[in-house]
């Protein structure tokens, strides 16, 4: 009797929270916020195989089923295929829709493009890129319009042939309804242009930009930055990072700088030796300091780096080395402050060397953060782990609540507690059973950051939470 009056409770709760009235005090941070997102590269079998698969979970304030639709465009801003849409009883509340770039309704076998996403209601997305012949694959957040978009971006780890092979690739679109011209500046760690390339966008046009094309010509060994800027059309862009043994990440280019990031999981020699790095861009014309300072799991600050940054320059920060923190096997989370505007991805590399991920540090917290696919060893081979971070000055409780992915029924709900910046690694596989697929939910006080790592035998991928 108990355990169902506490179950009833726990349901009433949820929907209380989730209806308009309980949903006003947050912030607007997930998905597409009822009108749209933007998936600036997506493809099929493109590049020499790569292909994309889109991951969309209802996260309505009202608990309504949600009804999507997803087009596509091509690199001359043609809508291609027959585009996507939810079948029409839409999906459950805290249900999740995956749909795969493959399937007929996109683009031809070797194309690549980008994809806007409307709903009715809020969802939040993230997208997987799998690499041909299984290797190591990647994935990134989508980009929240209209503040994700700018007719400025800024990617803080741009390489060719750098960190012992490692180059980076742009795929950059026009959100617009008119045509654009968008020119990329690289600039290196003293801040100063070494190259400028131009690129025309149709309207809706799609472009992938490769750090080491030969025209391009950027020198190699080259570690910087690009700042990409429209002459008016509003742009959204991803970069993937690729590494010499098949390592394969990405980021999103965002839109603006942030005086202070969060990164929630910062590694030294952790969980068997996964170890992280970060890319640092300074978004102004002014030389400032940045300084990185790590906690542990118990919010204690374990050390802290102070470095100068160049007007418009670049940082390479090292976990594993004399800038990290000592060497952890559960962890740390970092906090990168800077005198002036900075924007940041992690980098983190799994034992053997042989995979990667990335991930953007996030400028807010929030006390709603959806996680759009967690799982222990799914129907498609993954398992997750989640990376959550309480970013203020204080403890709080927070609530993590997990979903059944295909139906939206409720998993399960634990109360967790956080020490101020304390840092928690969750793994999914020791909350959910075996082959379960699922959507997971952090709620609480609006003060907390998080991503989600997705693993196979062959894979590391990651995205933030929204």
Sequence with gaps: M?????????????????????????????????????????????YGGYTTAIYIEDVSHSALAAHVSIQYFDSNGTLTGAGDVTPSAGIPFWGEWTVRQDNGNSFMPGVAGWGQVTSNTEVAIFVNEFAPGGMDGSSYTSIQ??????????????????YGGYTTGVGLNNTSATMTTATVTYRDQSGTAVKMQSVTLPAHGYAGLFSGDST????????????????????????NEVGPGGQFSSYDAVSAGASTLYAAAALNNAYGGYTTGMGIQNTTGTAGMVTVTYYDGS?????????????????????????????????????????????????????????STSYNGEPTASGWLSLALVENAGSDGWSTGLGIVNVTNAAVTFTLVYFDAQTGVLISSTSLTLAAHAYLGRYTPSDLPAGKRATAWLTGPAALAAICNEQSASSLMSYNGQ
């Design 2 to 46: 108990r355990l169902r009056s506490a179950s009833l409770m726990l349901a009433t709760a949820l929907t209380l929270i989730a209806s308009p009235v309980a949903a006003q005090g947050r912030p607007h941070l997930t998905g597409v916020n009822g009108l749209s997102a933007v998936l600036p590269a997506l493809m099929n079998s493109a």
């Design 145 to 162: 319009m209209p503040v994700g978009g700018g007719t400025t971006l800024f990617a803080p780890a741009i390489v060719n042939n750098a």
């Design 216 to 239: 391009l010509a950027l020198p190699s060994g080259f570690a910087g930055t690009a700042t990409i800027a429209s002459d008016g059309g509003v742009l959204a862009g991803i970069v």
């Design 299 to 355: 919010g204690v600050s374990a050390a802290s780096v102070t470095k100068p940054i160049a007007a418009n320059g670049y940082l390479a920060i090292y976990q594993g080395g004399t800038d990290g923190p000592p060497a952890s096997a559960t962890g740390y989370t970092a906090a990168i402050t800077g005198t002036v505007g900075i924007a940041a991805i992690v980098n983190e590399t799994a034992p053997g060397g042989m995979q």
